[in-house]
């Protein structure tokens, strides 16, 4: 072989090579950008927690397989119709012992999670799966189930736990699927919460 077939194939070589290269930058680039157009909030929260983009993005896939495994169901009308009279009863509550009705808030979106066909054998794996479909509202779920957790200790002031109460519906009414079915009575003086709010809310 001559020299300059010799330079011919070494520079075919490495053009394959960084065509290679090119193809697999994109592939990764796309994965990237599809999983954070799924998981939004969660993607940037799943990375700083890994600390490294493949951990993360590999955790990310992970859970969307584990919840592709999942026999989700619809809720009946008549289930649909008993989970908000069980919330409306909860909202009542509220006013007398928003410290009872918080804790009851924690288990009624656990139970609905239960019947949509979520495992709920643990508070993280509810969060995992439930980041798939409804990222947007997983750090409404994480606060709210924290300052629960606060209140119980008696270590969470009532201003907190109306907030937990806020996150909660926010939670159920998406898990729940069709918002505009579930009539849940606003609480007094329901606007949006100020930032320092969430000074209340217990260190990890």
């Known amino acids: 072989m001559s020299t300059s077939e010799v330079v011919a194939v070494v520079i075919v070589a ?56 999942l026999q989700l169901r619809p809720l009946s009308v008549a289930t649909r119709q008993r989970y908000t009279q069980s919330w409306t009863a909860l909202q009542a509550k509220f006013v007398d012992a928003p410290a009872l009705a918080v804790s009851e808030a924690d288990a009624l979106v656990t139970a609905l999670m239960a019947e949509r066909g979520y495992p709920t054998d643990s508070f993280d794996e509810q969060s995992r799966l439930l980041s798939v479909e409804h990222g947007h509202v997983l750090d409404s779920y994480r606060a709210a189930h924290e300052i629960e957790l606060a209140s119980r200790a008696g270590q969470a002031s009532t201003e907190a736990v109306r907030n937990a109460m806020l996150d909660f519906r926010r939670v159920f009414e998406d898990v729940m699927g069709d918002v505009d079915e579930v009539k849940a009575e606003p609480y007094p003086n329901d606007e949006p919460r100020a930032t320092a709010v969430r000074e209340d809310r217990p260190a990890r």
Do not use: C, M, W
Not at 23 to 49: C, H, I, M, Q
């Open 14 to 69: 490495i053009v394959i090579v960084l065509l290679a290269a090119s193809v697999a930058a994109a592939s990764r680039k796309r994965r990237t950008n599809r999983l954070r157009e799924d998981f939004g909030p969660e993607y940037d929260r799943t990375l700083e927690d890994a600390g490294k983009r493949r951990d993360a993005e590999k955790e990310l896939a992970a859970r969307k397989d584990e919840h592709g495994q």
